[in-house]
């Protein structure tokens, strides 16, 4: 993965370095050649380059206010025409190779995004009941849902028998916001309902939670 930080130096000696590599590049005509730049515009850019160098060294040589102003617009102008030369002609010029752009100082934009990691394991969760609301179960995930989560999954099973194993679940539902909630049968109510949670990305699952349990109410 390549930085996408701003490639232009902030110190003018950082400046004047990378310009005497793009001099060197934008006047040779096989390079011109070999990355299918314009003539013309090299030679425009390379114009300005001459006139920061100009400004430069005279303000050096000679620190006066109007000096260092001419210099400062020169700098600007330079600066504007870099960028110009490199959105158009070199990030994604595909003649020329990221080592080649990056020996201009220009880096390359991913074309390709990151992954984000999957998280491992399932999300920590509660069931909330409440008695006066008969067969009615609220299950939230814990904490703040992690970067790259587009949603849950949530298996569930009643059963008379005890389930610790996520796979066991045979019904599943997704949610992406708390709280899941569903409203079970009266004849439901009083029995053990097992459930489960998973992280689900673009980029697959997580591993299930332990398997919890609550009575419907």
Not at 11 to 33: H, P, R
Not at 34 to 42: F, I, L, N, S, T
Request: proline share 7%; hydrophobic share 35%; net charge neutral.
């Amino acid at each position: 993965m390549t930085s996408n930080t701003d490639w232009v130096p902030s110190s003018e000696d950082g400046l004047i370095k990378l310009i005497a590599v793009w001099s060197t590049k934008l006047s040779n005509t096989s390079t011109q050649t070999a990355y299918g730049w314009v003539a013309a515009e090299c030679t425009a850019t390379i114009a300005t380059i001459t006139a920061f160098n100009t400004a430069y060294t005279t303000y050096h040589t000679t620190p006066t206010q109007i000096n260092r102003m001419a210099k400062d617009e020169a700098k600007k102008t330079l600066i504007t025409a870099l960028r110009k030369f490199a959105a158009e002609r070199i990030r994604s010029n595909s003649k020329m190779t990221p080592p080649q752009r990056l020996e201009l100082g220009v880096t390359t934009r991913d074309t390709v995004p990151t992954p984000i990691p999957v998280p491992h394991d399932g999300p920590e969760s509660e069931a909330e009941t409440n008695p006066n609301v008969p067969g009615v179960i609220r299950v939230r995930y814990k904490g703040a849902k992690p970067y790259g989560v587009d949603h849950f999954n949530l298996g569930y099973l009643i059963s008379d028998v005890p389930i610790t194993e996520p796979t066991d679940l045979l019904h599943m539902e997704t949610f992406s916001h708390n709280p899941w909630e569903h409203t079970f049968t009266t004849s439901e109510s009083g029995k053990t309902l097992y459930y489960a949670l998973r992280y689900v990305t673009r980029e697959g699952v997580s591993h299930w939670s332990k398997v919890q349990r609550v009575v419907i109410p």
